[in-house]
Structures are given as structure tokens and as C-alpha cells.
């Protein structure tokens, strides 16, 4: 059973365009969630923590929410530039599994100029 | 750059033989993890440490595989007998150990991309 879904898996957008990026997960009992950024043939590069007392966290274009009762997060980017062209991953932590993250598959971003 | 740092970045080997990966943490941070992830897929968790102590094992990490911490800095990932299944990024990450804002937030290395023919 897949704890953490990111639909959909791939998305295309032209420049410009705000994106929305969606992130499910099972167990309410989340600790925090983390949104990454993950380039071809790259490691992961941090983006937003959200702790699970909060609601949302923002950074430059990016905000990112958290409904713990629906079990979802969202990321939005505004104003899409073609350099936002990667795959997005989220990340979960559960208080009771420790401190490992469990992730989505991600969703592949595609932002054309 | 006082980021995570991974060695090799790209290993290549036939099937059978050992391999050893190399990951140095943000200095000072005392959470280590180790990751696994395959193409299009996303990561794996594999194995936790604090400090020098191994504290958490996924049951993917078989017994072909072991991790150490001898020093609670730079860890290391070793796969025995290499199998093709074994092909993927091998991702380390750091953490360290804070209360309040960003705390536990996980910072990845650039992973290392193994190969086995």
C-alpha cells in the first residue's frame, strides 16, 4: 500500500503559469513534511519543511500547505519559469517510524518557455 | 561548500564483486541516513545513525549490505556480491538535532550511481 502518492506523475505547464503540486498521505499522525526538488541525475535539494503544527511555510514563489485531518499537502509555485522544469518529491515523517522519510514518486515538472 | 558530499559519484562494477560508498555529513549534524532510489521511483529509506550508533534498518538492507559510523562523522555503505537489482542512487542525507523551526530537516548529498553489469 502506497503511504505517500503524488499525483499526477508528470505535468506540463507554459512559462508563466502557476503550479500546483499534490501530495497524499495515509497516516495522520505525521511529524513534519518535507517538499524537495530533484534534478535528472541529481540528489535532492531541500525546499520547504513543514512542521506539523503548521499550516503552511512559504519561501520566495513557493508555499506550501499542509492538511493533516485530509491527509494532504500542496505545493504552489507562482509565476512558473522554465528553470522550475524538474521532479518534485514529498517526504513524510510519522512520529512512530522513527526518523526516516517515506516519499511520493514525485511528479516530473515540465515548464515550457 | 559545507554540503553533504558523496564518493564515488558514479561506480560501475560487474556482478559478484564489493563495493563501498562514502558520505560526509553537514559538519556538526549527528543524524545520518542512507537511501536507496531506482529509476523513476522515489527514494528508499535504508538505514538510520546518531552519531556513531546504528539505529534503525530497513528490511531492504539484506544481509549483503552493511553501514557503519565509526567516528559519528563520515559513514559508509558497503554491498557484498553485487546483484543487478542492486543498480541504483544511493542517497545520504544529514540532519541534526534541533528543536523549533527546521528542526530535523533533511539535507541530501548529490548520491552516489551505481551500476552493476
Known amino acids: 500500500k502506497q503511504e505517500v502518492t503524488q499525483i499526477p506523475a508528470a505535468l506540463s505547464v507554459p512559462e508563466g503559469e502557476n503550479l500546483v503540486l499534490n501530495c497524499s498521505f495515509t497516516?495522520?499522525?505525521?511529524?513534519?513534511l518535507q517538499w524537495f526538488r530533484q534534478d535528472p541525475g541529481k540528489g535532492l535539494t531541500s525546499l520547504l519543511l513543514?512542521?506539523?503544527?503548521?499550516r503552511e511555510q512559504t519561501s520566495g514563489r513557493l508555499n506550501a500547505s499542509l492538511d493533516k485531518s485530509s491527509g494532504r499537502s500542496t505545493l504552489y509555485i507562482a509565476a512558473s519559469q522554465p528553470g522550475d522544469s524538474a521532479t518534485y518529491l514529498c517526504?513524510?515523517?510519522?512520529?512512530?517510524?522513527?526518523?526516516?522519510?517515506?516519499f511520493g514518486g514525485g511528479t516530473r515538472v515540465l515548464v515550457k518557455p | 561548500d559545507t554540503g553533504v558530499s558523496q564518493d564515488p559519484r558514479h561506480k560501475i562494477t560487474k556482478r559478484g564483486q564489493n563495493v563501498t560508498f562514502r558520505c560526509d555529513p553537514i559538519s556538526e549534524h549527528n543524524r545520518l541516513y542512507w537511501y536507496r532510489q531506482t529509476l523513476g521511483q522515489g527514494p528508499e529509506f535504508l538505514t538510520y545513525f546518531q552519531n556513531e550508533a546504528q539505529l534503525e534498518k530497513s528490511r531492504l538492507l539484506s544481509d549483503r549490505f552493511s553501514a557503519e559510523r565509526p567516528k559519528g562523522s563520515f559513514s559508509t555503505l558497503e554491498i557484498q556480491r553485487t546483484e543487478q537489482g542492486d543498480s541504483a542512487m544511493y542517497l545520504c542525507?544529514?540532519?541534526?538535532?534541533?528543536w523549533g523551526k527546521g528542526a530535523n530537516e533533511q539535507f541530501f548529498g548529490p548520491g552516489t550511481r551505481l551500476t552493476v553489469l
Open positions: 542525507a544529514s540532519s541534526p538535532t534541533l
Open positions: 513543514i512542521q506539523s503544527s503548521q
Open positions: 497516516d495522520s499522525a505525521i511529524y513534519n
Open positions: 517526504a513524510r515523517r510519522v512520529k512512530a517510524a522513527g526518523n526516516k522519510l517515506t
